[in-house]
């Protein structure tokens, strides 16, 4: 069964940082593009950053930009999304997804692959 599993969420204070890692398990995803989305509380869940199976392309929402950091382990299996500057607002369950297609995309209904989530509070 192909899985995506989360890691590294959990409470913070706000301005702190958390590194979230995304790993596969069933097959490998170096050649997926992959990316973040997160939900909070009643709300829908939404864009946070996108990484092309290369790399070489990203892309962030504009309430990440400056602050989050999306990269490509060395064998391109495993994403990260470094978070610094943590705000309230930051709250939410963040999902790992992955695409066949490989390029950049920033639409849920793209990606092929989802995780199950893990949560993310930053305290104020």
């Known amino acids: 069964q192909v899985q995506l599993v989360e890691s590294g969420g959990g409470l913070v204070q706000a301005g702190g940082s958390l590194r979230l890692s995304c790993a596969p398990s069933?097959?490998?995803?170096?050649?997926?593009?992959m990316g973040w989305f997160r939900q909070a509380p009643g709300k829908e869940r939404e864009f946070v950053a996108a990484?092309?199976?290369?790399?070489?392309?990203?892309d962030y929402a504009d309430s990440v930009k400056g602050r989050f950091t999306i990269s490509r382990g060395n064998t391109k299996n495993t994403v990260y999304l470094q978070m610094n500057s943590l705000k309230p607002e930051d709250t939410a369950v963040y999902y790992c997804?992955?695409?066949?297609?490989?390029?950049?995309?920033?639409?849920?209904?793209?990606?092929?692959?989802w995780g199950q989530g893990t949560r993310v509070t930053v305290s104020s």
């Open positions: 997804a992955a695409d066949a297609s490989g390029v950049l995309l920033t639409a849920a209904t793209q990606y092929d692959y």
């Open positions: 069933g097959r490998t995803f170096a050649t997926y593009a």
């Open positions: 990484i092309s199976w290369s790399g070489g392309s990203t």
